[in-house]
């Protein structure tokens, strides 16, 4: 403040600023109201999980934070058209560029944009597919943008890993089939194997983002103590535990809960040759591997577990008709009116 400004406010008069936290006083006025104007909006940044796909499951906290309170969407590359679509034309919506190769770059470069946008006082939806924090890098952003000033508001979303079976028509536990589930990756980080879970009769598993490389994961599963694969790709030291039968049923979920959804069911000894013969693959997709895969199949079958493995041969036979797999395609019609 200059000597002019300060004579100025002692004889009551205003002076003229260009501070951010500006004096302002009414002519009649003495220093006692003087009022400062608030400072900048501070900006945030909220991490949202948007659901498997279908826009009836988005929750009602995403759903207003995409379209009431966002100046700007980040958005993961595969999450669907349907709900970006529910956002206002007014909102800036970027795409995560990611393809093979730039992974890492894409995700660098959404954290710093997200930064960069909540230091201009705008506030941030950090939109992913299903659930943030299941295999959807939600723990590293949050670090991330915390070690830059930004507490993140983290959005649970409906995990695919759920909510596509059902779409499917497979329970994930079952009584009398599956008494416990089991949610791992097919991939690990930058491309790396990881060690998947032995055959426990009881047990679901859901494979996350290994449909890509089913030879792999189906080789690493099916592979026995003497490191026979079935022909598929080595297996060794992929797996903790027993290995799965090859009648084991396993069901692959392409854009689980979306109109062109597609599901391929068979064993792990069929399914690779039962995707290649369906066509191109439609990502995203996952893996049910287990019993549950049948349990509500047709008339239904519930007696895995209380008959044992002698009446398995029959009931994969029953279950796939006579035929070594099964493929559906899109999802029930009545979600055309939830």
Same mark, same amino acid.
């Given at each position: 403040?200059?000597?002019?400004?300060?004579?100025?406010? #002692?004889?009551?008069?205003?002076?003229?600023?260009?501070?951010?936290?500006?004096?302002?006083?009414?002519?009649?006025?003495?220093?006692?109201?003087?009022?400062?104007?608030?400072?900048?909006?501070?900006?945030?940044?909220?991490?949202?999980?948007?659901?498997?796909?279908?826009?009836?499951?988005?929750?009602?906290?995403?759903?207003?934070?995409?379209?009431? /309170?966002?100046?700007?969407?980040?958005?993961?590359? #595969?999450?669907?058209?349907?709900?970006?679509?529910?956002?206002?034309?007014?909102?800036?919506?970027?795409?995560?560029?990611?393809?093979?190769?730039?992974?890492?770059?894409? /995700?660098?470069?959404?954290?710093?944009?997200?930064?960069?946008?909540?230091?201009?006082?705008?506030?941030?939806?950090? #939109?992913?597919?299903?659930?943030?924090?299941?295999?959807?890098?939600?723990?590293?952003?949050?670090?991330?943008?915390?070690?830059?000033?930004?507490?993140?508001?983290?959005?649970?979303?409906?995990?695919?890993?759920?909510?596509?079976?059902?779409?499917?028509?497979?329970?994930?536990?079952?009584?009398?089939?599956?008494?416990?589930?089991?949610?791992?990756?097919?991939?690990?980080?930058?491309?790396?194997?990881?060690?998947?879970?032995?055959?426990?009769?009881? +047990?679901?598993? #859901?494979?996350?983002?290994?449909?890509?490389?089913?030879?792999?994961?189906?080789?690493?599963?099916?592979?026995?103590?003497?490191?026979?694969?079935?022909?598929? /790709?080595?297996?060794?030291?992929? +797996?903790?535990?027993?290995?799965?039968?090859?009648?084991?049923?396993?069901?692959?979920?392409?854009?689980?809960?979306?109109?062109?959804?597609?599901?391929?069911?068979?064993?792990?000894?069929?399914?690779?040759?039962?995707?290649?013969?369906?066509?191109? /693959?439609?990502?995203?997709?996952?893996?049910?591997?287990?019993?549950?895969?049948?349990?509500?199949?047709?008339?239904? &079958?519930?007696?895995?577990?209380?008959?044992?493995?002698?009446?398995?041969?029959?009931?994969?036979?029953?279950?796939?008709?006579?035929?070594?797999?099964?493929?559906?395609?899109?999802? &029930?019609?009545?979600?055309?009116?939830?």
């Amino acid at each position: 403040m200059s000597e002019d400004d300060m004579k100025l406010i #002692l004889s009551g008069d205003t002076p003229q600023t260009t501070s951010p936290y500006s004096m302002q006083a009414s002519n009649e006025d003495s220093l006692h109201h003087l009022t400062l104007l608030p400072p900048p909006k501070k900006g945030r940044i909220l991490l949202v999980g948007s659901g498997p796909g279908h826009p009836s499951l988005l929750t009602i906290a995403t759903h207003n934070a995409l379209t009431k /309170q966002a100046d700007l969407v980040l958005s993961d590359k #595969l999450v669907p058209a349907a709900v970006l679509a529910l956002i206002p034309e007014t909102v800036e919506v970027r795409i995560a560029r990611k393809f093979p190769g730039n992974a890492e770059g894409a /995700q660098s470069e959404m954290m710093d944009a997200a930064v960069e946008a909540a230091r201009r006082g705008l506030t941030v939806v950090r #939109l992913k597919q299903g659930d943030p924090v299941v295999y959807g890098r939600a723990g590293e952003e949050v670090l991330f943008f915390r070690a830059h000033g930004f507490e993140p508001l983290v959005v649970p979303g409906v995990s695919s890993a759920l909510a596509a079976p059902i779409f499917a028509g497979i329970p994930v536990t079952q009584r009398g089939v599956a008494e416990s589930v089991i949610v791992c990756t097919g991939v690990g980080r930058q491309g790396k194997e990881v060690k998947l879970p032995g055959y426990e009769r009881s +047990r679901t598993v #859901l494979i996350l983002m290994g449909v890509a490389r089913i030879a792999q994961v189906v080789g690493a599963m099916i592979r026995n103590d003497s490191g026979s694969g079935e022909g598929l /790709q080595s297996g060794e030291g992929r +797996r903790e535990g027993r290995p799965f039968p090859l009648n084991t049923p396993i069901a692959i979920i392409e854009r689980g809960s979306m109109p062109d959804q597609r599901v391929v069911a068979s064993t792990l000894g069929d399914i690779c040759e039962a995707l290649d013969s369906v066509g191109e /693959q439609r990502p995203p997709g996952m893996m049910v591997v287990g019993w549950a895969v049948l349990a509500l199949q047709g008339t239904g &079958d519930t007696s895995v577990l209380e008959e044992g493995e002698e009446r398995d041969e029959d009931r994969i036979r029953q279950w796939l008709g006579g035929g070594r797999w099964v493929m559906r395609e899109g999802i &029930d019609q009545g979600w055309t009116e939830v």
